[in-house]
Structure formats: structure tokens, C-alpha cells
């Protein structure tokens, strides 16, 4: 665990707290701002950001958003530029986005403002973690940041120490009816071990469908299903090397 000073010059959008953090959290950070300009810029970013955008859109009946005469809300968990708020953002009025990374969030709110999407160009991502142990900021507290509607963390599960826990943090945030969908890759054993250049921000190369089903299932979420994305998803993190690897679709609900 190390500890992390307070910042003397907060961005606007940046929550102010005194924390600890681990390793991996601070290497994702690290990584994460220094990579955040070029997120979604090349064509194999832009390529897989189409696939999984598509894929999400073609299985809105799976993933099954609860309708109710109230505004429909997202909290995008670990938002990046914003890949699961503009491919939800049609199927919901709200979103609250955050992430760990201050340029990521930074890059979230450049794209937001031009979005064609209502609830995208309202929405403004906010510096934040909520799998910390330590006491959140007032902030992460309030009712704008609790009973979702829609709860989702685009292949970021992948990145968190305890991705159990992760699930249990975005289940409470849920609205009962809500739903927790998560976007990952498919445990493939060895091959998922494959070089990418970022394997020092990774805690798990892949998830199986029962290891998925008992994390959700674990946390009380019911109605669990599990969907394998058909086209693969081509990562070229290393210029030399690209690496594929197999999406999914995960639900469920809160009861
Ligand atoms: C591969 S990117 C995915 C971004 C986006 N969700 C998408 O689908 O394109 C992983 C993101 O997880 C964020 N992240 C890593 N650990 C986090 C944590 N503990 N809390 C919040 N965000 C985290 C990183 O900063 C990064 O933006």
C-alpha cells in the first residue's frame, strides 16, 4: 500500500481525498493517463470500440434496462473515453461516468460535449475509485451515485485487484430491478497470456462463464447471463505483435 499526497492544484472534475492505493491501482493510473490521448484513436481502437459498441446495441433485449416511468440511469464504472456511455447512452437519460485515470476522464468530457447523444453530451466523468477502502468523498455518496437503473464496466474488470469485490461495490449501487452488465474478455488459458505491453495493469487475463456467474450470483445479483461476442477482438498494444481475444456480455440483476 502506498500513500498518495494531496494534490495542491485540483482539476475541476477532480474529487479531493486522502488515500491509499495499491500497486496495481497506481500502475493502472500511470498507465492509463499516459495512454489516454491515444485511447480510441487508431484503427484497431477504433475497430474493437465499433465491435463491442454494436454487439452491446444488438443485445439491448439481453441485457434487459428495467423501463419505468423515472429517468433511466447508467453509472459507467472505469468509463475510459467512453465506449459503454455511448453505446447505452440511446437506452438511458443519465449517466454518471468515472474513472481512475484524470486524463481518461479528461478525454470522456472532450468527446461528451460534441456527442449526438442526449444523455452523453450531458454527461461529465469524474476522477474517482470506488473500490478503495478507504472513506469515499462525500461526492461518490449521494443519491446521484446510487439506485441505478444500469450499472457497467467496460474491460475494466480485468484491470481491479479483487474483481469479486468490484461487482459487489457496483451491485450496491443498483437500484433493485437494475442491472449490472459487464463487458470483458473470455478466459482462454495460455493464450490469453499473450504480450500486450500492459500486463502490468492486468490482475486476470480473462473470466470463465461459472467463475462470472458465481461473482454476480455471490453478490445476490439474479437472472445472470452470459454472452460470447462471434468476431473476435484484434488488441495491437506492441507495434510488432497483435494479440485476439475472445469478448463477453455478462448480466444480471439486483432482487
Ligand atoms: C481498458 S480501459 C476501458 C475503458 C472503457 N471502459 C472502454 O470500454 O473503453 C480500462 C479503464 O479502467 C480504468 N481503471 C482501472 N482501475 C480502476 C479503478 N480501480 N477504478 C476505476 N477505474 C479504473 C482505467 O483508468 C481505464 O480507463
Known amino acids: 500500500m502506498q500513500p498518495l499526497s ?25 498507465f492509463f493517463n499516459d495512454y489516454a490521448a491515444e485511447y480510441d484513436t487508431k484503427p484497431w481502437q477504433k475497430q474493437i470500440t465499433l465491435q463491442i459498441t454494436n454487439y452491446i446495441q444488438q443485445n439491448l433485449d439481453f441485457i434487459s434496462i428495467p423501463k419505468h416511468s423515472d429517468p433511466t440511469t447508467l453509472l459507467d464504472y472505469a468509463c475510459g473515453t467512453g465506449t459503454i456511455s455511448r453505446a447505452l447512452g440511446p437506452s438511458v437519460t443519465s449517466i454518471q461516468a468515472l474513472d481512475l485515470s484524470s486524463k481518461m476522464v479528461e478525454r470522456f468530457n472532450e468527446l461528451a460535449v460534441s456527442s449526438e447523444i442526449p444523455s452523453v453530451r450531458k454527461a461529465r466523468a469524474i476522477e474517482g475509485n470506488l473500490l478503495t477502502d478507504d472513506e469515499l468523498p462525500v461526492e461518490l455518496n449521494g443519491p446521484e451515485f446510487h439506485d441505478f437503473d444500469v450499472a457497467a464496466i467496460g474491460a475494466g474488470l480485468h484491470h481491479f485487484d479483487d474483481p469479486a469485490k468490484a461487482i459487489g461495490r457496483l451491485a450496491e449501487r443498483l437500484r433493485v430491478g437494475g442491472v449490472l452488465l459487464l463487458v470483458d474478455f473470455v478466459d482462454e488459458g495460455e493464450h490469453g497470456r499473450l504480450p500486450t505491453g500492459a500486463e502490468h495493469t492486468v490482475r486476470k487475463h480473462g473470466f470463465s462463464e461459472k467463475e462470472m456467474k458465481e461473482m454476480m450470483e455471490g453478490h445476490g445479483l439474479a437472472g445472470f447471463g452470459w454472452k460470447e461476442m462471434p468476431e473476435r477482438l484484434e488488441l495491437k498494444l506492441r507495434e510488432d505483435e497483435s494479440v485476439s481475444r475472445k469478448g463477453f456480455l455478462a448480466r444480471a440483476e439486483k432482487v
Open 6 to 30: 494531496r494534490n495542491p492544484h485540483p482539476r475541476p472534475h477532480q474529487i479531493m481525498t486522502t488515500s491509499t492505493t495499491t500497486d496495481l491501482t497506481v500502475a493502472n493510473r500511470t
